[in-house]
């Protein structure tokens, strides 16, 4: 990180990443072990979905 003369220092590009994912990891880190696997399980569903219409959408555009 680069220091500017204010003596603020600049975030690098995973900062934000990072900040969402502790922030989801203490929203769902009181939950009870079964809630979270639903979850997570909820969440892996949705992003192969929308992997694989990612995937359609781009072989019918190379057509």
Known sequence: MDAIGTGQVLASKWDAAYGVF???????GG???WMKWVIGSLLAVAAVYEGYQWWRRRETAVR
């Open 31 to 33: 939950l009870p072990a």
């Open 22 to 28: 502790m922030f989801v990891k203490v929203m769902v």
